[in-house]
């Protein structure tokens, strides 16, 4: 079966790409690149490329106006880290800067032209409490309908507390104390990653983890997790990240995989290596394929029914590259999400009531008076 | 003995004066303030040197031709309290 | 070619299959529709309007469906879908038209970061913008409403984009929306203009489209300079009066209300700063619409 037209990953994997659009297609690769949250990442990659100017100027204003907005949260994501460090600075804790938020701190291109939502740290859980404490001291607060059983979902089943709103700025932070569920059944040793981190530059508390970790973090985020509307910028950042790394180090696919091996996160990192390779073209040496393949026993039974699942779910978020099957692909990937959590015993309920909340009337849906006068 | 303590400008601030009155962009937080002609008064005196509570007291005593007593302190005081929650000054380093 | 120009059964073909391709200032919006009511609105609002080829590039995307409910059938509504996703909870039909100039607002306020957007009215006259930013109950739309029909070029009534580059105000000209009691002021006070059929209980009350005059539509691609900023405020009863402002005062008042000043950080900041250096700045109170637009003759006619 053809799938509908995807025009957006194949200008993510070659810019070059854009010479053979018309007026027609570009109509439709700014709403699949707005819609997947990668508009202002088509306009960092045309810009490097020297293609801008291509690009007619109806589109081309669509890709400015995203490109302000990317910036945009980049100053702010800069503001809300020094928020945090100011904030935090009493207890001393070591504040390690994850996803996002590390891409920017560190001036990472996997960081420009990108929207953000939260910003993701992790302290040691032995910090925890004291952290809470100074965070909502200053301002930081749970979701007032957070109940009982989400509170206890999060601090039971999931790598972080519940999300902080900053009551003033409206922003939002995730604080991880490592970077898989505890329960989960790949068991990563956050000490390890710790260790491992490397201070912002010209900062005494602020650290991001070592190149290698950065990639397994968000393979494990993107592979593991189950959450795929930002799948493809997810995707590119992966992209963009062990480029990065692999131009600055000569043995950075040597140390990816080893430490992907030491950290038991093997299996995210395959996929993270095959999908990046398949959708994006990210030029990943034989070796390491082999190695990652070695270590990964992969029936091609499994392997034919993963890359079902994961083409569909790292298409493009927008209708035209939705089918039938690819609801039914996030769906499995979903509850894939939750077994590699939680027993399964534990996990029928929580699903049960997912669906049952899921019929809530609402969210999608603004009111209108937002908009009006 | 213990030195005072000082209060600069931070850098990454743009402003506008119009009939007296101020308003500043702060291009790190992203926020934009209104100052009153008192308040656009003292900004201006940071601007020009890192000050403690008391000299943006005796600058500022200078300048209105006003004497220097607690009350004007106390308003310095609480103009400097405004400005670092604001991110408009911050402690000089020593 | 204008949207007027099209054949009835030509125009319900393209609202049902590829869209039709309407240009408002420097936008174009591929727009749907199954609803014969939407369809007779827009011939009335968007006649003057250019439509242009569907194969070509669009802004946005925005469509008013009947939505698929059983509702539909005792209670008909209408859906607003942008990019075939629902933006709003459905509305009554009759409230279709507001709608959707409530979702072409959206698409401009949340995409169009090319431009500092400003939550205001602005008219032009010999060359110069008057930009009217005011909360709703104002009366500003009336004003505009009133200006636009004595010879000031309607530039836009909701919304004023304006230039990164050079500060200068873009024409958005699209109908003018009138709330309650002004409805009735404005056909009073200008008989020939065109009103949509009044749309009853929304959520500001009844609310009436004025169509743009065709001369300010005509002129999309003339940006101006803005030289006053001008807070109106409706005041039964009240005499007339025009008194300067507090230029940082309204620099706060228009920053905080428009849609997307914090999205250009430093740049937005002196954008908007050259616009209150060139501009002056005053507080308008009025309760007769013919006095009020007299002074605003007097305002254009200074040197």
């Not at chain 1, 854009?18 to 707005?34: F, H, K, M, N």
């Not at chain 2, 926020?31 to 007291?57: G, M, R, V």
Request: net charge negative.
């Amino acid at each position: 079966m053809d799938l509908p037209a995807d025009l957006l990953t194949p200008v993510l994997r070659d810019p070059t790409a854009i010479r053979s659009l018309r007026d027609a297609d570009w109509d439709l690769l700014v709403r699949q690149g707005r819609e997947s949250g990668l508009l202002g990442r088509v306009h960092h990659r045309l810009a490097e490329a020297g293609l801008l100017d291509s690009v007619p100027e109806a589109p081309r204003r669509h890709l400015e106006a995203e490109w302000s907005l990317a910036e945009k949260q980049w100053r702010d994501v800069r503001w809300e880290v020094e928020c945090l460090r100011r904030n935090l600075a009493v207890t001393g804790v070591p504040i390690f800067l994850l996803k996002g938020a590390a891409y920017v701190l560190t001036g990472l291109p996997s960081g420009r032209g990108r929207l953000f939502g939260d910003v993701d740290l992790m302290v040691p859980r032995t910090a925890l409490p004291e952290v809470e404490k100074e965070l909502t001291l200053a301002g930081w607060r749970f979701d007032p309908d957070l109940d009982p059983y989400d509170d206890h979902y999060y601090r039971t089943w999931t790598h972080q507390i519940p999300p902080l709103t900053h009551f003033l700025r409206h922003t939002c932070v995730d604080v991880h104390h490592t970077i898989v569920p505890e329960t989960a059944r790949v068991d990563v040793n956050a000490k390890k990653l710790r260790d491992a981190a490397r201070a912002v530059d010209g900062s005494e508390d602020l650290y991001v983890l070592a190149p290698a970790d950065m990639v397994l973090h968000s393979a494990v985020h993107l592979f593991n997790e189950g959450q795929f509307e930002r799948g493809l910028r997810d995707l590119t950042d992966l992209d963009l990240l062990m480029s990065r790394f692999a131009a600055e180090d000569a043995e950075f696919w040597s140390r990816l995989v080893a430490r992907a091996s030491e950290l038991d996160l093997q299996r995210p990192l395959f996929y993270c290596l095959r999908y990046c390779r398949l959708i994006l073209g990210t030029e990943v040496p034989e070796q390491a394929r082999r190695d990652i393949a070695r270590a990964v026993p992969v029936g091609g039974g499994h392997r034919w029914l993963m890359d079902l699942l994961f083409t569909r779910a790292l298409r493009p978020h927008h209708h035209s590259c939705r089918t039938a099957a690819s609801g039914a692909a996030l769906w499995l990937l979903y509850v894939r999400s939750h077994y590699l959590r939680m027993p399964l015993r534990l996990l029928l309920p929580h699903l049960w009531r997912k669906a049952f909340r899921g019929i809530k009337k609402g969210d999608a849906t603004a009111d209108v008076e937002g908009y009006t006068t | 003995m213990r030195l005072p303590r000082r209060f600069q400008l931070t850098h990454h601030l743009s402003r506008r004066l119009w009939d007296g009155e101020c308003v500043v962009y702060d291009d790190q937080s992203g926020d934009t303030h209104h100052l009153d002609p008192l308040a656009t008064s003292a900004l201006l005196l940071f601007a020009a040197a890192p000050l403690s509570d008391k000299e943006l007291a005796a600058r500022m005593a200078e300048l209105l031709e006003a004497p220097e007593d607690n009350e004007l302190l106390d308003w310095c005081q609480r103009t400097i309290f405004r400005f670092r929650m604001t991110n408009l000054v911050a402690e000089v380093e020593i | 070619m204008n949207l007027g120009d099209l054949a009835p059964q030509d125009l319900t073909r393209r609202l049902r299959g590829p869209g039709v391709m309407l240009r408002t200032g420097p936008f174009v919006s591929r727009i749907w529709t199954d609803m014969p009511i939407m369809e007779r609105g827009l011939s009335l609002l968007y006649a003057d309007y250019p439509v242009e080829d569907d194969r070509g590039f669009a802004d946005f995307h925005v469509s008013v469906m009947r939505p698929r409910s059983l509702r539909r059938w005792f209670q008909p509504q209408a859906q607003l879908l942008y990019d075939h996703q629902a933006l709003f909870e459905p509305l009554p039909l009759d409230q279709a038209l507001p709608m959707f100039e409530w979702g072409m607002n959206w698409a401009v306020g949340t995409m169009a970061n090319q431009f500092l957007i400003l939550h205001a009215a602005t008219l032009e006259r010999n060359g110069r913008v008057v930009i009217m930013p005011a909360p709703p109950g104002s009366g500003k739309s009336t004003l505009c409403a009133g200006l636009a029909c004595r010879g000031w070029r309607l530039m836009s009534d909701e919304m004023a984009l304006i230039t990164l580059d050079d500060g200068l105000v873009v024409p958005l000209a699209r109908p003018v929306s009138l709330k309650n009691k002004s409805i009735e002021v404005m056909t009073r006070f200008a008989p020939d203009a065109v009103f949509s059929e009044p749309a009853e209980e929304t959520h500001k009350g009844t609310v009436a489209l004025m169509r743009a005059p065709r001369d300010s539509v005509a002129r999309k691609r003339d940006p101006a300079r803005p030289a006053w900023i001008v807070f109106p405020n409706y005041l039964p009863g009240a005499e007339t009066s025009l008194a300067p402002r507090s230029k940082a005062a309204t620099f706060m008042e228009m920053g905080e209300n428009a849609f997307n000043y914090s999205v250009h950080g430093r740049r937005g900041f002196d954008v908007l700063a050259g616009i209150l250096d060139s501009c002056a700045c005053y507080d308008f109170r009025y309760s007769d619409l013919d006095h009020a637009v007299q002074v605003f003759s007097s305002l254009a006619s200074e040197a």
